[in-house]
């Protein structure tokens, strides 16, 4: 079946430093692929998507390439903010009817 | 320009007890998709809807679990005779178009069954 993997968190940072969050997919077919954000006491916000193999999705310096070899969809930023401080959801979509299939998340933690 | 509202935002029921979890989504948005996040897990995906329609339900629980999004008013999640398993974060979320992976959520209810 469908199924998302993420590194596991808390990830502690200093501000502006480089930022990794790994996630593998499993799936049939060709999905869509993103990556969400929760700040705290709120609901997900879609942070950024690919649709198809090799696209890259970026927002708010963040960014992530849709590896269909790897099966990976791996977020980065280059310098993190403290305001980056969320927990970040990779997820999938196989297309049919809609249904998100997420990670289990990952918290990111940036100090100043 | 209001976004997806859930409420309560907590809800404390004690076991045997009915749960009842309310979702307006963004207006023009005939869609709804219901998630649950159980503890130190990702969110499951549950039932999707549209107006007076349910079109997949395959996430939902056999028993105890229902949901409706009447021509009118919010959509609903009812929980009966809740457990301590039911505790967890209930998301909902909208979208305007069918089938669409451009879901926008909820701030979510936390349900804790004491």
């Known amino acids: 079946g469908n199924s998302v993997t993420q590194m596991e968190g808390p990830v502690t940072l200093s501000e502006e430093a480089f930022l990794t969050i790994n996630c593998t997919y499993t799936?049939?077919?060709?999905?869509?692929l993103f990556w969400y954000v929760q700040y705290p006491g709120e609901g997900l916000q879609l942070l950024l998507k690919?649709?198809?193999?090799?696209d890259k999705g970026s927002n708010k310096g963040f960014e992530a390439t849709y590896r269909k070899e790897t099966t990976s969809f791996h977020l980065e930023k280059g310098s993190v903010q403290v305001s980056d401080s969320a927990v970040y959801f990779c997820?999938?979509?196989?297309?049919?009817?809609?249904?998100?299939?997420f990670g289990q998340g990952t918290e990111l933690s940036v100090k100043p | 320009n209001a976004g997806v509202m859930q409420n309560p935002r907590h809800l404390v029921r004690r076991r045997g007890q009915e749960a009842r979890l309310r979702c307006s989504p963004m207006?023009?948005?005939?869609?709804v998709y219901w998630y649950r996040q159980l503890p130190e897990e990702g969110l499951k995906f549950m039932v999707y809807?549209?107006?007076?329609?349910?079109?997949?339900e395959s996430g939902m629980p056999k028993e105890r679990f229902s949901a409706e999004f009447p021509k009118e008013g919010p959509s609903i999640l009812r929980i009966q005779q809740v457990v301590r398993g039911d505790s967890a974060a209930y998301f909902c979320?909208?979208?305007?178009?069918?089938?669409?992976?451009?879901?926008?959520f909820g701030p979510g209810t936390r349900l804790t069954v004491t």
């Open positions: 979320a909208s979208s305007e178009q069918r089938d669409s992976h451009e879901q926008y």
């Open positions: 799936a049939t077919g060709y999905p869509s």
């Open positions: 690919a649709t198809k193999a090799d």
């Open positions: 997820a999938l979509s196989n297309n049919q009817g809609g249904k998100l299939i």
């Open positions: 207006k023009g948005h005939s869609h």
């Open positions: 809807l549209q107006k007076e329609n349910i079109i997949d």
